[in-house]
Nanobody, 118 residues
Framework: QVQLVESGGGLVQPGGSLRLSCATS????????MGWYRQAPGKQRELVATITSDDSTNYADSVKGRFTISRDTAENTAYLQMNSLKPEDTDVYYC????????????WGQGTQVTVST
């Protein structure tokens, strides 16, 4: 069973920063591709960023240069550092983990709300 525990969402003003965290077990973290997705009400869940077990990263065009995904093997935790936040970044953010044998399979965290507003 894959458990992903997220934290770090909240309310921030435009131009501000937040850091999201996603913790899981060592067995999962060492082998799986970790990712962050986001979803607004009534819309499809969309990719934000992913990072493989060998630290290869991929970003959505809308967040390139503003968001950074990283992983800490000592803490078995993936992070999403979000800078220069915009109101359109407001969404529920979900952590994901995909196994190396099936990249189309994703396990999800519970989601954390990020709200960018004055």
């Amino acid at each position: 069973q894959v458990q992903l525990v997220e934290s770090g969402g909240g309310l921030v003003q435009p131009g501000g920063s937040l850091r999201l965290s996603c913790a899981t077990s060592r067995n999962i973290f060492s082998r799986y591709t970790m990712g962050w997705y986001r979803q607004a009400p009534g819309k499809q869940r969309e990719l934000v960023a992913t990072i493989t077990s060998d630290d290869s990263t991929n970003y959505a065009d809308s967040v390139k240069g503003r968001f950074t995904i990283s992983r800490d093997t000592a803490e078995n935790t993936a992070y999403l550092q979000m800078n220069s936040l915009k109101p359109e970044d407001t969404d529920v953010y979900y952590c994901s983990a995909s196994p190396p044998y099936n990249t189309f399979l994703r396990y999800w965290g519970q989601g954390t709300q990020v709200t960018v507003s004055t």
